[in-house]
C-alpha cells in the first residue's frame, strides 16, 4: 500500500508539472499574433490527407472527428409499377401471388415511388463519392446528404456490378471533407476497425471490431475476396467506410450475414481503388486479361503434377488468340505466380490479373511436368459482357427503341443467380440520349413486352416489331432479383 501511495504521490506531481507546462504553452499561444492563428489554420487545412496518430486504447473519437465529416447518407428512389390496392399499400394478392395476381390474371396497376438508404464516402473534395452498385441501382434520384446537413443531388459517373461498386458526383459540390483509401493488403486478421455509416436511417453510426478473415468468398460475383469483420454492420452501412485505426479507408462495407449476427463483409480498398479509378477515368472498368480457362486444385491433383499444398490455379483450356496463347501457356499448366505475387487458387490469380493495366508485360511462373517455367505475357483488356454497366459512355443500341438486347445466356443466369429455366433477354446497351436510359439499365432482364412472353432475341424482335414513335412499351423486368414494371414511349 506505501508503494502504490507513493507512486500516486510521484504521477500526481508529474501531472501537476504537465498541467503547468500546458498552461504555459496556452498563455504563450493567446499572445501570439491573430495572422500567425490564420496562416496555421490555412496551412492545417491546405495540408495533404495523412494517417492520424492518438492512441485508440484511450478513445476512437479522434479517428471519428477527423473522417467522420466524410462520410455521407444516400437517399434513392425510383418509380416501379405495382399491383393497386383499393385499402392502400401491396395488394393482398401480390404477396402470395406475385405481382400478377391469382390464375396470372393481370390487375389494376399504379406507378409507386420506391425509397432506399444506403451510405457513402467522398474521395475528392469537388464531390466524387464511392459507395455501392446495390445502393444506387435503378434509380431515379439520389440524394446525398452530408454530416453537416448539407444536401446534393447525386449524379453516377459509373457503375461495376461485378464487384458492386458505384461512383458518384455531387452536384456544385467544392472543398468537401475527403477520407484516403489505405492499403487492404497490409490488413492482419484481428486488426481492430472501424465501421460509419447509415443503418436504418440512424445516420453517422460509428461501430468498432477486428478484421475476422479476409479473401472471403461468399458467391456475391466472380471477383469475391471479401473481408470479414464483426463490426456491427446493417442495412443502410452498404457502401460505407471500413476504416483502419490511421483512419485510412480499407475497406467498403457490402454485405451481411442474415443468418449471424456480427459477420459482415466488405470490399477490400485495393479492389475498390481500381475500380472507382477506372470509373471515374473511363466511366467503365478496365480488366486486365489473360484468356484461360481455370478450374480448382485440389492437395493430390496439385502433387501429381509437381506442386506441394494444392497451391497455384490448374489452366483447363487456353482462349484461342488470346494473350496467355500467345505467351505460350498450355492447358496443363499450373499458374503458381504472375507479376511477382504469388496464386494461391484460381481466384486469387482471377483477382490478380483484372487488376493489371492491359498492355504491361509481366512474368507468369508456371509448373509444367513438374518444372517450372518463366512466361513472358503482355495482359490484355477484358471484354465487356451483356449487361456491363458503362455509365457515360454511348452504348450501341437500337436507334428506334433507344436500347439494345443480347440472349441470356448460361454462364449469366448463373453470374446473376437465375434458375437455368429463366427466360428473357438481357438489356446490354442504352442510348443515354433516348427515353429509355430514364427506365432501363444495362444487366436488366426483359420477359415481358406489352404483356407478351418474351424467351428469346426473336420473341423480343417479334414483339416490338410493329412498334413505332409515340406507342407506349410496357415492359416487366427483372432487375438484380427484383422485379417490376416499366414503360417507355418511343
Known sequence: MRMLRTKNTTLMSLLAMAGLAAAMAVACGAASSKDAGADAKAKKDDAPLAPISYDPRISLSPLVEKVGPAVVNISTSQVVRRPMSP?????????????????????????????????????DKSGVVVTNNHVVAGADEIEVQLSDKRKFKGKVIGTDPRTDVAVLRLEGAKNLPTV????????????????IGNPFGLDHTVTAGIVSA?????????????????????????????????????????AIAPQGQGIGFAIPSNQARHVSDSLSRDGKVVRGYLGLLLQPLDEQLGSAMGVKNGQGALVAEVTSGSPAEAAGVQAGDIVVEVAGKAVKDSRSLQNAVAGLKPGSKVKLKVIRNKDAKNLDVTIGEMPSEPGEATSGKKAKADARLGFGVSALSGEL???????????GVVVDGVDESAPASEVLRPGDIITEVNRKSVRSVED????????????????????????????IRL
Request: aromatic share 10%; no cysteine; charged share 20%.
Open 87 to 123: 385499402f392502400g399499400g401491396m395488394d393482398p394478392f401480390e404477396f402470395f401471388f406475385g405481382p400478377r395476381g391469382p390464375q396470372g390474371m393481370p390487375g389494376p396497376e399504379m406507378d409507386r415511388k420506391a425509397r432506399s438508404l444506403g451510405s457513402g464516402f467522398i474521395i
Open 460 to 487: 423480343f424482335k417479334a414483339a416490338t416489331t410493329s412498334l413505332k414513335k409515340g406507342d407506349d412499351m410496357l415492359l416487366r423486368l427483372n432487375r438484380q432479383g427484383q422485379w417490376l414494371y416499366a414503360v
Open 180 to 195: 484516403m483509401l489505405g492499403d487492404s493488403d497490409a490488413l492482419k486478421v484481428g486488426d481492430q476497425v472501424v465501421a
Open 214 to 254: 479476409k479473401e472471403r468468398v461468399i458467391g456475391a460475383g466472380p471477383y469475391d475476396q471479401f473481408i470479414q469483420t464483426d463490426a456491427s454492420i446493417n442495412p443502410g452501412n452498404s457502401g460505407g467506410p471500413l476504416f483502419n485505426l490511421r483512419g485510412e479507408v480499407v475497406g467498403i462495407n457490402t
Open 413 to 423: 443466369r448463373q453470374r446473376l443467380g437465375l434458375p437455368p429455366s429463366a427466360q
